[in-house]
């Protein structure tokens, strides 16, 4: 698993919009505690309001790793951005990266990070030595958000959820399974670029046992009902083994996003597929509630369908950026029963 | 996708057991015109009838590549194998290997081959470039084996109905996914090594357009009822949108092979599960029958399990080992509605 030192210095490159700084935005919302300062290149226009250090200054006001918060365009690693990575691999900071090709793919950044002691991490990448799943349950309980189609909120609402559960005092742990969720976590698992035999195994090693009233929260990926990606999100259910599932879904979206063809299901069509497909490693696993994306909906549109997705499946319904969403954490951790 | 050239000269090392012969003996089975020759160290105990060749008699008789067709004790290449690998490419042969570790890695093999410019083969390794799926319908037929379980017949009955089916003139093609099966296809790819995003667009490049009275039989892997491996089910399913499915099991198998708190599900649950889950790509896919593997059983539990298949199901059901598929596969190929 991946396991990044915190606190970050956020390099945001020479990028010319907020649109490929979605990285370092997700981290200054969920993670600012661990963003010590930020780094930009000359004609960068992105500017998340922290302190602006160069890594060694950084390094000496605590930072312990550089991670590149932005998306160039081709997801490549800049030429010009190599003696960046370098100032901060001499400043003795790790290096992290979320973009397609490897850091030590770049001979003087792989020499670098040799001589200097400092990790790479690629968090596109899966880590080494995932076992096979072996279905045993574990000890402790699961949260996994799931959603309708990809791209719809699930790695939002389980942030929100595990922040509203340590709030409520409730011991709970994000887990992460996709790149800008491990920056934010410090750790996790890219659960779509594991081989597909190891993917219930990867899910099982990132939320080991735990104690009994412990909460896991896991970042859900894909969609049951996604053409393509559906045996990621199939794996990550049943190495998941949740005792809840909140179903994400984003009211007026029809068709999945990308695939035509492919209709959207009922919410309720989804929970019973869910329920049933995540009943084979935990019987007991029940989806508690529907959280909707309502940011292209009018405040009005919004009550309204959170109203139609409460009449529609009987679950609370609500949306994590607008809704309060304490009275859901307290309803499902407190009374469900999770008796292996 | 995996493309070998045949035909094939069958190097049995010095194993001591059949249990270690398990591919020679299915490429010897299923694609005996393309097995030119055995080659053996001294000591093997292993015999499969052929004329005994070494590399370079055998290349001279036609064959084009040797495959390593026995597994020896821990998946690796043991070293005093090595000499045999080097000949085999002195002589011009392609290498063709399903253990663990690539061929590649042995720097003395890596550089035999550059130099004499033949290919190695790992057939348990993805090949590289494989695409999203994109949930397209394609022209053709299709049938996919699928199981309640591993390990129980969901390769060989694939290869017998893709046999019956050009037996009785229909036009047929076996679609490996799993190495045995590439080395009797002479080409596939091994499903559950390829990253899990890519699965579906996998088996989607497996089983191309093709004329509309065309059958891919598409060997299965895995069983959406396995806790490890039913995400590689699933993107196969999804990926392959098959016409039609044969249900493989094994009556008198309980509970899945290495998993003693999962059991194998009613048959009749498996259907419903199956279709459901398929006909999110293919509206139309149906399991229109059942094939049991019989082979710890006596005749007459043999012909009561059929019996007991058949009134469970309302499917036909048959072992492709014991009893004829003819009427079978003229039942579903010939009367299955395919529009799109």
Redesign the interface.
């Known amino acids: 698993m991946h396991a990044i030192r915190k606190p970050y210095l956020l390099f945001l490159g020479d990028v010319g919009s907020d649109i490929f700084a979605k990285t370092a935005h997700g981290l200054k919302d969920w993670c600012p505690d661990d963003c010590v300062a930020q780094w930009r290149l000359p004609d960068c226009s992105v500017d998340l309001g922290l302190q602006e250090l160069a890594p060694q200054a950084a390094a000496a006001a605590g930072a312990r790793s550089l991670v590149i918060a932005v998306a160039p365009i081709g997801g490549a690693l800049p030429p010009h951005w190599i003696p960046a990575i370098l100032a901060g691999i001499e400043a003795g900071l790790d290096i992290v990266s979320g973009m397609h090709g490897t850091l030590a793919a770049v001979p003087a950044i792989a020499e670098a990070a040799r001589r200097k002691g400092v990790a790479l991490h690629d968090v596109r990448q ?1 880590p080494a030595g995932i076992p ?6 574990r000890t402790g309980r699961r949260l996994l958000t799931i959603g309708t189609d990809c791209a719809l909120g699930k790695k939002y609402t389980a942030l929100a959820i595990a922040r509203e559960m340590q709030r409520q005092g409730i011991s709970a742990t994000f887990r992460a399974t996709g790149q800008t969720g491990i920056l934010i976590a410090g750790g996790g698992i890219p ?7 190891f ?3 990867a899910a099982e090693i990132l939320s080991p046992d735990a104690p009994t009233d412990h909460w896991d929260v896991i970042e859900g990926q894909g969609s049951l ?1 996604h ?6 999100t ?2 990550l259910i ?1 190495g998941s083994q949740p005792d809840a599932m909140i179903l994400c879904h984003e009211p007026g979206r029809e068709r999945i996003n990308g ?1 035509p ?2 209709p959207v299901p009922a919410l309720t069509a989804a929970i019973r ?1 869910f329920e ?1 497909c995540a009943q ?2 935990n019987p007991a696993a029940r989806v508690v509630g529907v959280s909707l994306n309502t940011s292209r909906l009018s405040p009005e549109q919004r009550a309204e369908a959170i109203r139609a997705a409460m009449d529609e499946t009987g679950l609370p319904a609500f949306d994590p950026v607008a809704t309060s969403i304490a009275d859901l954490v307290r309803s499902f951790a407190g009374t469900l029963d999770h008796a292996a």
């Not at 053409?227 to 990621?232: G, L, N, T």
Request: aromatic fraction near 12%; hydrophobic fraction near 45%.
């Open positions: 899966a096979i799943g072996t279905g045993r349950k659960i779509d670029a594991v081989i597909s035999d993917v219930a195994g009902f053409p393509a990606y559906a045996a990621v199939l794996g049943h695939y063809d492919f597929h049933n084979l490693t």
